[in-house]
């Protein structure tokens, strides 16, 4: 079975800070894995996806993940935090054989001026 | 591309009432979509998969004839909550995938679901 673990449901960072967004998985088979963004009473986002292709993945907004086999982790990570990047991130896993995705638990970033 | 339309946003029934919720790919055909419900300040949970022409596939602990869900053409689901009650409020969220393996999911907006 799979599983996502986000570490920390809410992480607050300085504007201009570093972003670390932490998530763990497991699965059985190699995954696919994503990032979405939620605002507040919209539905999800994507923010980027791991496929199996470049270790490290770039997505919109600054948003970039680093996919490490030997620690099965996937975070998150953005060199300098803006205001608008305030929001609840999903690190969200699904498996090769169909399309079912489990979501992890969310963490609430929080944007300080 | 890849735009997915949930209507309504927001709905307030009271107790007892039936409440139907949209989902609608707008640029792609969507064999599958997924509904999700969302408690406040948590994850999403997967409620049912549902299937172009044939029956949703529901997640245990979903109440299949309380959570009626439709999948009648390529771009449109429907998601019926029947006899609803307080306890079904919530944020329920659909969505579509892309045939390909590893596909993200494309949501729509979400339904806040309020009911007196």
């Known amino acids: 079975a799979q599983s996502v673990t986000q570490l920390g449901s809410h992480v607050s960072v300085s504007e201009g800070a570093l972003v670390l967004l932490r998530c763990n998985y497991s699965?059985?088979?190699?995954?696919?894995l994503f990032w979405y963004v939620q605002y507040p009473n919209q539905g999800l986002q994507l923010l980027l996806k791991y496929t199996s292709a470049a270790t490290l993945v770039k997505g919109i907004n600054g948003f970039e993940a680093e996919f490490k086999k030997s620690e099965t982790s996937f975070h998150l990570t953005k060199p300098s935090a803006h205001m608008s990047d305030a929001a609840e991130y999903f690190c969200?896993?699904?498996?090769?054989?169909?399309?079912?995705?489990?979501f992890g638990a969310g963490t609430r970033l929080f944007v300080k001026a | 591309g890849a735009v997915v339309s949930q209507h309504p946003s927001w709905v307030i029934c009271k107790s007892g009432t039936s409440v139907k919720i949209e989902c609608r790919s707008l640029d792609f055909q969507a064999t599958t979509m997924f509904w999700y419900r969302q408690f406040p300040k948590q994850s999403l949970m997967l409620m049912a998969t549902s299937n172009e022409g044939s029956k949703a596939t529901y997640e245990q602990g979903v109440e299949k004839d309380k959570f009626l869900i439709n999948h009648a053409s390529l771009t449109l689901s429907t998601l019926t909550v029947t006899s609803a009650h307080p306890e079904d409020s919530s944020f329920y969220i659909c969505?579509?995938?892309?045939?390909?393996?590893?596909?993200?999911?494309?949501f729509g907006n979400g339904t806040r679901l309020t009911v007196t």
């Open positions: 969200a896993v699904s498996d090769t054989g169909g399309f079912k995705t489990i």
């Open positions: 699965s059985s088979v190699p995954p696919y």
């Open positions: 969505s579509a995938t892309l045939a390909g393996q590893g596909s993200p999911l494309h």
